[in-house]
């Protein structure tokens, strides 16, 4: 059993959702820039994943119609595109606060030593 990208995906929204509300209660951060930055990369993480199925079914050998195709180069653009309205977004400056965006951003990262840690404390190798 490998580590679950769905599992990862909806931690990770969990995660950003519960970050989005204290941050909002106690206005220790910006929620909209918590909120930019976790929506980021979940989209980045959705649109990666998109991608690499395709690729990894290209090199295992099975046989890849079309529309897969068309679905990944459709992700990559989509991809390519989210980052540069972002980099528009920051050209024009739009309120948005450094600190709570890079914690938005880190969620994310969280989510995925979560799980990593989860499946290797259920799993643990060189135990019969």
Request: overall charge positive; glycine content about 12%.
């Given at each position: 059993?490998?580590?679950d990208?769905?599992r990862?995906s909806?931690?990770?929204v969990?995660?950003?959702?519960l970050?989005?509300a204290?941050a909002?209660?106690?206005?220790?951060?910006e929620?909209?820039s918590?909120?930019l930055g976790g929506a980021v990369m979940?989209?980045?993480f959705?649109?990666?994943?998109?991608?690499?199925?395709?690729v990894?079914l290209?090199?295992g050998?099975d046989p890849?119609?079309?529309r897969?195709?068309g679905?990944a180069?459709a992700a990559?653009?989509?991809k390519f595109?989210?980052?540069?309205?972002?980099?528009?977004a920051?050209?024009?400056?739009?309120?948005?606060?450094g600190?709570?965006?890079?914690?938005?951003v880190?969620?994310?990262?969280v989510?995925?030593?979560v799980?990593v840690?989860?499946?290797?404390?259920?799993?643990?190798?060189?135990?019969?």
């Amino acid at each position: 059993m490998g580590i679950d990208l769905t599992r990862i995906s909806l931690f990770h929204v969990g995660l950003l959702g519960l970050t989005v509300a204290i941050a909002y209660a106690t206005r220790v951060a910006e929620p909209a820039s918590l909120l930019l930055g976790g929506a980021v990369m979940g989209a980045n993480f959705v649109l990666l994943r998109w991608i690499t199925n395709v690729v990894r079914l290209a090199a295992g050998g099975d046989p890849v119609d079309g529309r897969r195709i068309g679905l990944a180069v459709a992700a990559m653009t989509l991809k390519f595109g989210l980052f540069l309205g972002l980099l528009a977004a920051l050209f024009w400056r739009l309120p948005i606060e450094g600190m709570s965006f890079a914690l938005g951003v880190t969620l994310l990262l969280v989510a995925c030593l979560v799980e990593v840690a989860r499946h290797e404390l259920s799993d643990p190798k060189g135990v019969q």
